[in-house]
């Protein structure tokens, strides 16, 4: 069973910076895998897409973040990051990792809070 432990949430004011982290328990699937980041504010059902980096494609973002946010990896640690800037308010949520092996095989991670204060 693949992991994915997530870190760097927190509380941090309008404007301010966080980098999250995502490890993920095997090397040899991260390396190939998409890494994906999600979120999902308070009183949201659902997760909203927030970037993607793949193997081999340009990074994507959601216009949302565009210009704030930027994704990376890093595959000898089997690590995937967010690096947030100018953060606000509006960013405040609980934020997924999600390794996409194939559309039948991905996993989440267990989500870190970010709370964005104003």
């Known amino acids: 069973q693949v992991q994915l432990v997530e870190s760097g949430g927190g509380l941090v004011q309008a404007g301010g910076s966080l980098r999250l982290s995502c490890t993920a328990s095997?090397?040899?699937?991260?390396?190939?895998?998409?890494l994906d980041w999600y979120r999902q504010a308070p009183g949201n059902s659902e997760r909203e897409w927030v970037a993607?980096?793949?193997?081999?494609?340009?990074?994507a973002y959601a216009n949302f973040v565009k210009g704030r946010f930027t994704i990376s990896r890093d595959n000898p640690k089997n690590t995937v990051y967010l690096q947030m800037n100018s953060l606000k308010p509006e960013d405040t949520a609980v934020y997924y990792c999600?390794?996409?092996?194939?559309?039948?095989?991905?996993?989440w991670g267990q989500g870190t809070q970010v709370t964005v204060s104003s």
């Open positions: 999600k390794m996409v092996v194939t559309t039948a095989e991905y996993y």
């Open positions: 095997s090397g040899s699937i991260f390396r190939t895998a998409v």
């Open positions: 993607r980096v793949s193997k081999v494609h340009t990074p």
